[in-house]
């Protein structure tokens, strides 16, 4: 006696789905279980898993020849989200449930006792279900929230696979079950922080706002305590808000991350702060088994901070620039390759040198010591980084006139919808994002107000690729002062700030 059934699942490569077929057919002959089709070693215990849970609803399992077939055979499978969908085509196989009806994709982990745990990487397999053109998706009653952000597509939840049979037709009566719940979301540190804790440094204050408005790159130097990662971690309040697509992105690369979901979109803007001992792989992404966002991706549409940036490994540093230039990153593996978002805002802190007392008479450093600390932060690196500005420890008593995030925010939106208007129809929304070519082309300016920069240029100061950085961030600083277009005091401005010296 022989049966066959079918379910259907998705496999990701990077935040791309690809509809899985998965094919039972069961015959008669030894006990004996094959799954072919690449799958990893996760996929291959899915078999004892699935038949401890067929055996928990009171049902036998074929006790023959099975082959468990995961179509295209050519593609990598990982992960245990395929786990409910292996079970519904063995139930199919054996006539428990009726065949596939198309339309509905199957997510879930089982457990020994039956019951469905939540996976990681839901909210990106439901989307790409969705864009699949799947109707519905069964998923484990933990995941129903996170799932249910994704629109066009019905969520079904079921705490078993008793459950999630019934769901699908089965005349069954499933015994009720507690539910395994989702992992509790951790609220993120930097969500209410205000810029009005600031005390002065009003010239970082400002680097912060121009980086703010035209999605520029920034680099902070001062000795420890100055208040460089106090100003980085007021960053993301005063971005503009993500839209719906940006903030299902951001929740997407972080489910798949392995991170706790959301039950509702968050539109603040990640702020990713890696650790200097972070490896390349944290940093950009990869993995021996499924390749998984790092660090630079998760800060899609938000910012990363890398603080005690010269200590970290320069390799690792330098793999930043490729992202930094294409707002992706690409990693190839024996397994495939994936593609993830990476348009972030890189923001550096460091220290003047490495005991950071430098030019307040203390310090100890030897000249080849400081040229060594920073020689770890590559020119090329350095030369995509539009601003940088000097960070100094606040005296006792100093200026209390503060800026609010608040207000900020304001003229951070203000500034942005002078840049989108300007921008209209190109696909950029921000100064920062605009490539040189692009910008001479289509904004030029008088050879009159480039002068400062073309004698930077012939000095050796800054490099072509500086210039026209230099320009985005005097367009950028001119969106901020509401201006019509940059004038010599937003061009000397912008080449104060590349250099490091605060105008």
């Not at 998984?292 to 998760?298: D, E, I, K, T």
Request: aromatic residues 2%; proline residues 8%; charged residues 20%.
């Amino acid at each position: 006696m022989s049966g066959f059934g079918r379910a259907a699942c998705i496999a990701l490569q990077g935040l791309a789905g690809i509809s899985v077929q998965i094919e039972v057919h069961a015959a008669s002959g030894l006990p004996a279980v094959f799954i072919v089709g690449l799958p990893d070693q996760a996929v291959r215990q899915a078999q004892h898993r699935t038949w401890s849970a067929i055996a928990r609803m009171g049902i036998a399992a074929p006790s023959g020849r099975v082959v468990i077939n995961l179509t295209p055979a050519s593609l990598p499978k990982a992960g245990t989200h395929f786990d409910l969908a292996i079970a519904i085509a063995v139930l199919r196989a054996t006539g428990v449930v009726p065949p596939d009806d198309g339309e509905t994709a199957l997510i879930g982990e089982l457990g020994l006792d039956g019951r469905l745990r939540p996976v990681t990487g839901t909210l990106p397999l439901a989307r790409a279900a969705a864009e699949e053109g799947r109707t519905r998706i069964v998923v484990p009653t933990g995941s129903v929230g996170e799932a249910s952000l994704v629109e066009g597509i019905r969520v079904l939840g079921a705490p078993s696979l008793a459950h999630a049979a019934a769901l699908l037709g089965a005349e069954l009566d499933p015994e009720p079950v507690d539910a395994v719940p989702a992992p509790a979301g951790v609220p993120r540190m930097h969500a209410d922080l205000d810029l009005a804790d600031v005390v002065g440094n009003r010239d970082a204050v400002q680097a912060l706002e121009i980086a703010a408005a035209g999605a520029h790159h920034l680099m902070m130097v001062g000795p420890p305590g100055a208040g460089k990662t106090m100003l980085a971690m007021r960053l993301p309040g005063i971005l503009p808000a993500l839209d719906t697509d940006a903030a299902l992105e951001v929740a997407s690369l972080r489910s798949l991350a392995g991170e706790p979901p959301p039950s509702t979109l968050d539109v603040l803007p990640p702020f990713e702060h890696p650790h200097h001992s972070a490896t390349a792989v944290s940093l950009i992404g990869g993995g021996s088994g499924a390749i998984r966002p790092g660090a630079a991706a998760r800060a899609t549409h938000g910012v990363l901070f890398l603080d005690e940036a010269p200590e970290f490994p320069r390799a690792v540093l330098d793999m930043l620039r490729q992202p930094l230039e294409s707002g992706t990153i690409t990693i190839h593996r024996a397994i495939g390759v994936a593609t993830f978002p990476a348009r972030f805002q890189l923001l550096l802190a460091a220290n003047p040198c490495p005991c950071g007392l430098f030019g307040s008479g203390e310090c100890t450093c030897a000249p080849q010591q400081r040229r060594r600390y920073f020689g770890r932060l590559s020119g090329p690196l350095l030369d995509r980084v539009d601003l940088q500005v000097r960070v100094d420890r606040v005296a006792p008593g100093a200026d209390g006139a503060r800026r609010t995030t608040a207000e900020a925010s304001a003229r951070v939106a203000a500034a942005r919808e002078r840049a989108a208007q300007r921008l209209a129809g190109t696909g950029w929304t921000a100064m920062g994002h605009v490539p040189g070519p692009w910008l001479r082309r289509n904004l030029p300016l008088d050879r009159a107000l480039l002068e400062p920069l073309e004698r930077a240029v012939e000095r050796g100061a800054l490099t072509m690729r500086g210039m026209d950085r230099a320009i985005r961030v005097a367009w950028t600083a001119a969106d901020l002062d509401g201006a019509a277009g940059p004038t010599r005091t937003h061009i000397g401005r912008a080449l104060a700030l590349r250099k490091g010296i605060p105008a």
